[in-house]
């Protein structure tokens, strides 16, 4: 399996990293794509703490065996298979316009209520979003949509918060 965990949506073409390598690995290899997505810091990673992720394929065979590959009990590492990659490519790309949101809104003083809200409004638009490329919204409602969300938009840990924060003061 070829594990891509890059996050974004190309500006020109509006193609996600997953479609990217499809048509760069064509043939018998695009069939082994898997995308990574959900909750992980690196730093907590490292810290060996308890992490879960979603590991997302056309093909469950493909999920599967990846979920098998990278979970580890030594790690503290749980990874979940599903089939709805285009979730969570979607998921991973928007949180993080979402955090930048989160962490101005937290910034400029706006308080829990508001960044709650706009959390919950956005993990909406995400999911609209996801559903128009195709996405069977499985992944919405897991580790790569709220989870990450959750993670992503409430932490100092979290870079993009902290460029919202930071551009907000």
């Known amino acids: 399996p070829l594990v891509q965990s890059a996050k974004g949506i190309e500006v020109e073409t ?3 990293p997953f479609d990217i390598m499809q048509e760069e690995l064509p043939g018998k290899y695009s069939k082994y794509l898997c995308v990574l997505g959900g909750p992980s810091f690196a730093k907590e990673m490292a810290n060996n703490l308890l992490t879960y992720v ?3 394929a056309p ?3 493909v999920a599967h065996a990846v979920q098998s590959i990278m979970s580890s009990q030594q ?5 979940y298979a599903n089939v709805d990659y285009m979730g969570c490519e979607i ?3 928007v949180k993080n ?5 989160s962490g101005a ?3 400029i003083g706006l308080g829990l209520n508001a960044r709650a809200g706009l959390i919950c409004r956005g993990l909406q638009e995400m999911s609209r979003l996801a559903k128009a490329c195709g996405s069977s919204l499985e992944a919405m409602s897991g580790l790569a949509g709220v989870g990450d969300l959750m993670l992503t938009c409430s932490s100092e840990l979290s870079r993009n918060f ?6 907000a003061k």
Do not use: D, Q
Not at 97 to 101: F, K, P, R
Not at 162 to 167: A, E
């Open 162 to 167: 902290m460029v919202g924060s930071r551009l």
């Open 75 to 79: 790690a503290n590492f749980r990874s």
């Open 54 to 56: 979603s590991v997302a």
């Open 91 to 93: 998921a991973g790309a």
């Open 97 to 101: 316009v979402l955090a930048i949101a």
């Open 14 to 16: 509006l193609k996600t």
């Open 59 to 61: 093909e469950p065979k």
């Open 105 to 107: 809104s937290t910034g």
